[in-house]
DNA sequence: GCCAACGTTGGC
DNA sequence: GCCAACGTTGGC
């Protein structure tokens, strides 16, 4: 089964529209995704926002991020019962995160697995990326919810990894205490709220986890 | 290249 | 349901 991620609904919406009430859109689209196919993969990252998340690596050096997903559409749970706790984390449909998706994320790297629209939302677990950026097939395909009319196999503009889960929490930590903690107010979690995979630095990672090991 | 309209994310 | 933030689109 393939796991969904991102906001399920929104996704659906979004699909529902695009086909129903804009069919030139089609043809407008394909342009746009060769221009969303930038930066290549081996593009210096230097100058942008995220640099730091795409810096050579030392030798041996790991790196931490944050997934989002809505647990109502896949939950750390739902990942802790899949066959070898692993899934691809497909529907990533933002440029952004599909630059870490395909040219951050190294395997060995640690994911915390956040659920967003949830009751609280917060960071639930800890997950591994264990297969690098590879192309997103739920794009090419026509009947599913994230298809994408405007990218091909030949020049594929989302990507995916796959992750499997570490453990779970001790406790969640709420989106809520995260922002009330002073040292993660650099977050990208807490300053880019829609980005649904970030990076986290390693300071942020320790923090996080601190708190999920003691009661607020 | 500018920018207004529009769409999405996701907290509240 | 509302709305802030911001990405994308497309006209010019």
């Known amino acids: 089964m393939a796991a969904r991620k991102g906001s399920k609904s929104a996704v659906a919406k979004a699909a529902a529209k695009k086909v129903a009430r804009n069919p030139v859109k089609t043809a407008g689209r394909k342009g746009a995704s060769t221009a969303r196919n930038a930066p290549p993969r081996s593009a210096p990252y230097e100058q942008g ?21 809505e647990p109502e559409a896949f939950s750390f749970d739902d990942l802790l019962a899949a066959k070898d706790r692993t899934t691809c984390w497909d529907g990533v449909r933002n ?6 998706l395909r ?4 395997r060995g790297d640690q994911v915390f697995f956040y659920h967003s629209m949830a009751e609280p939302s917060g960071v639930v677990g800890v997950c591994e990326v264990v297969r690098e950026g590879y192309p997103d097939h739920t794009a090419f395909d026509k009947a599913h919810q ?7 196999p030949e020049t594929p ?32 979690l807490v ?5 649904s995979v970030v990076p986290v ?13 003691r009661t607020p």
């Open 49 to 69: 926002k995220w640099a730091a998340a795409f810096r050579p690596r030392a030798a041996g050096e790991r790196r931490y991020w944050l997934v989002k997903s």
């Open 103 to 106: 040219d951050g994320m190294k």
């Open 95 to 100: 440029t952004a995160a599909r630059n870490f």
């Open 157 to 188: 503009t989302w990507f995916m990894v796959d992750v499997r889960a570490v453990r779970a929490l001790p406790r969640l930590v709420p989106l809520a205490e995260i922002k009330a903690e002073k040292a993660l107010a650099q977050m990208a």
């Open 201 to 213: 630095t390693p300071e942020e990672w320790e923090r996080v986890l601190a708190m999920s090991a």
């Open 191 to 195: 300053r880019v709220g829609r980005l």
């Open 146 to 152: 994230y298809h994408d009319a405007g990218t091909v």
